[in-house]
């Protein structure tokens, strides 16, 4: 019998995601991104990716299922992301699933945001081990997962209690002068900066905040520490190194990120961290986190950079397992949940 081939739309921020998979192995990975749009505004605008994505939708599907050299009636089902994330522009994607699935005969499968990003390692590195925990660090979201069971069973053990990690990128970048999103511009300006130029503080990992918050993160006390450093050289007339403050900058998000990574696997007695989102494509992040987790026998698996941000791939990963799982279809009245947990 021939591994079931899924389709996922994923459309939960500014990307219009489409991936065709087969089993684990991966065929088509189409997107199409509404980023530029954006970029004057600093941030993603809710309604212009909503319409982004409706305009996008069909053809991004249609280059999918080219590059994949199948047709829709190949597909064995259709994974849709049903949350959390934009309403509007989740709706698009949900709308898109169900008439895909109604008009070929298909089942659909809506499935999480932040589990598609975990599921979306194993086209990059085979069945996942379970249980894993998992970091998942983008613009949207900085949680640490218990996976047990990545069909059913995800215990979310702690996330941002303000700004995600990913947030905390751009605004920094923004003082600094760097385009959107921040990520990319202040990882490559940090490699010719010295990660220990400036002590920036360390969200939520003092002994009390321990106590009540070892699993969350908190990043906006460490975007206003850089703030108030760069409007001090600013106000003295003096320049702003701009390699050393993205440098201590992500070296402070890089090291919290990865410390409780690593506490929460040690904590569970697990052997296995994925790391997910588009902030798990930062390089000082991947070897942060290698570098603290091998000294405890822990494995990291992180996909490519290009599996890491949203991609239509990871819903297909996801629906591909759910399939395997004999888990039980959505109905078609599958809601958007833009407040899934
Ligand atoms: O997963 P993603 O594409 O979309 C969301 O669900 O948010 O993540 C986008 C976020 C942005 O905040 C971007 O600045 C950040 O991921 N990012 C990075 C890097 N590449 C993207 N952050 C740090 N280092 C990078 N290399
Ligand atoms: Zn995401």
């Known amino acids: ?30 997107v199409a991104s509404s980023v530029d749009e954006h970029a004057r505004f ?8 909503s319409r982004a994505h409706l305009e996008a939708m069909v053809p991004t599907v249609q280059r999918a299922l080219d590059t ?11 994974a849709v992301t049903a949350g959390p994330g934009l309403a509007g522009a989740l709706l698009v ?28 390692d194993t086209l990059e590195h085979g069945p996942l081990p379970e249980p894993a925990i998992a970091l998942l660090v983008s613009g949207g979201h900085s949680s640490l997962l218990r ?26 970048a923004r003082l600094l002068g760097l385009p959107f999103p921040g990520g990319p511009p202040i990882d ?28 969350d993160f908190s990043f906006s006390g460490l975007k206003t520490a850089v703030a108030r450093w760069v409007e001090a050289r600013q106000r003295a007339g003096e320049p702003v190194p701009v390699a050393d403050v993205a440098a201590s900058f992500q070296e402070a998000v890089c090291d919290v990120l990865a410390a409780k990574a690593v506490d929460a696997c040690r904590t569970h007695g697990v052997e296995t961290l994925v790391i997910g989102g588009g902030v798990a494509a930062n390089s000082r992040l991947r070897a942060v986190a290698e570098e603290r987790a091998a000294k405890y026998g822990i494995t990291v698996r992180v996909p490519r950079p290009k599996l890491c941000t949203d991609n239509g791939a990871m819903v297909a990963a996801l629906g591909s397992h759910l399939v395997a799982a004999d888990a039980r279809p959505s109905a078609l009245d599958l809601p958007a949940d833009s407040a899934m947990p």
């Open 1 to 30: 019998k021939t591994e079931p081939l899924v389709l996922g739309i994923e459309t939960s921020c500014d990307e219009t995601g489409v991936g065709i998979v087969r089993g684990h192995t991966l065929l088509a990975d189409a």
């Open 68 to 78: 994949a050299g199948v047709t829709l009636a190949d597909v064995d089902a259709i």
């Open 188 to 215: 490559r300006e940090a490699r010719a900066g010295d990660p220990a130029a400036i002590s920036f503080p360390r969200g939520l990992t003092g002994p009390r905040d321990l106590e009540r918050h070892r699993f």
């Open 147 to 172: 996976v047990d069971d990545l069909a059913g069973e995800v215990e979310p053990l702690g996330s941002t209690i303000d700004d995600a990690a990913g947030e905390a990128f751009d605004k920094v």
């Open 42 to 49: 600093g941030g993603v605008v809710p309604e212009v990716a």
């Open 93 to 120: 994607g949900v709308a898109a699933a169900k008439a895909y699935a109604l008009a070929a005969d298909k089942p659909l499968y809506g499935v999480n945001h932040l589990a598609a990003h975990v599921a979306v």
